[in-house]
């Protein structure tokens, strides 16, 4: 029987990765089949089968890196881990964004296969909650997809549902005035990559960013076209955008329909177009749920209610 060992050189981190009476340890046994052993700061396995230690060194490396970038709970940590590796290769459910410092994992299982989803489709619908990935996942792949040169431009996208101003009597030029609807995009990719480089892509014309009416009569190639808060756009706005794919671009469409803001009466282009479109199999659907909340625990549980809610109401 052969050794694996995993060496981890901050003891602090050590700590954490075990949890409280190895409290950590014990989930990861039970999910890899095999006794992990401590000795000093190495972690290690005895097993022949490459799969087992590749599973090993990658929920390792993957809960590490959770808690460098700030996570507090680690038992929230690894139950999320190892939740993420059970359906979709372990080599699939990771965005990797040049220049940024640190790789994308996903939360849940959900995020798992919508990541699996962006990186395998050309076009992908989620719906979901606030807080639960669906926008911050979209932006970090297209910056991925970007950055490591294999598409040409971010092309951003909101409709602009007004709420007692004109954009026409907003100050400044176009930009300024649209800036607030799409500052939620602007603060993903800033959470990823630097505000820096942020800039410098948007002033190289890299990325776009534009309301929904501009994008009309365009046709939109070799790029990565986003489309956010789609639940305010109408059925024609919709079958608009969809129509102005080009060759070898990517779309993405989010939104939430419990919060649609369009005239009452006026039906949603997103909640349509997946009814219309759910058969065709090139394109992909995910719909995420309080369960995929990542933000506050509190915001999981206000969600979790509202769900509730509504399925109370339609019973």
Sequence with gaps: MSEYKIVVPDNDILACVCGTNDSNLQLIEDNLGVPVFTRGNELSIETEDDEIKDRFQFIMDRIIDEIYDGGKNTEDIVVSVLNTTKKVDASEISILVPGS???????????????????????????????????????????????????????ITRPVVEAGESLGFLPGDLEQKIDPYLRPLRDAMEAIVTPETVRKLTESGIIEVAPLAYMRGRT???????????????????????????????????GDPTQIDLPRKTPSGLVNSIRILYKIEEIGFMELTAEDVVRNRLVKKIVRAYENEKQSDEE
Excluded at 108 to 126: G, P, R, S, W
Excluded at 132 to 140: I, P, Q
């Design 101 to 155: 410092v640190k790789k994308i994992y996903p939360r849940t299982q959900h995020q798992a296969e919508y990541i699996n989803m962006l990186q395998t489709k050309d076009m992908v619908f989620c719906t979901g909650s606030a807080g639960s990935g669906k926008t911050f996942l979209a932006v970090a792949e297209a910056l991925r997809l970007v950055l490591s040169h294999k598409k040409n431009k971010i092309i």
């Design 220 to 254: 939109l190639s070799n790029s990565v076209i986003i489309l956010d808060e789609a639940q305010n756009t109408t059925n024609t706005q919709m079958k608009m955008f969809l129509t102005r794919m080009g060759e070898n671009s990517k779309v993405f469409i989010t």
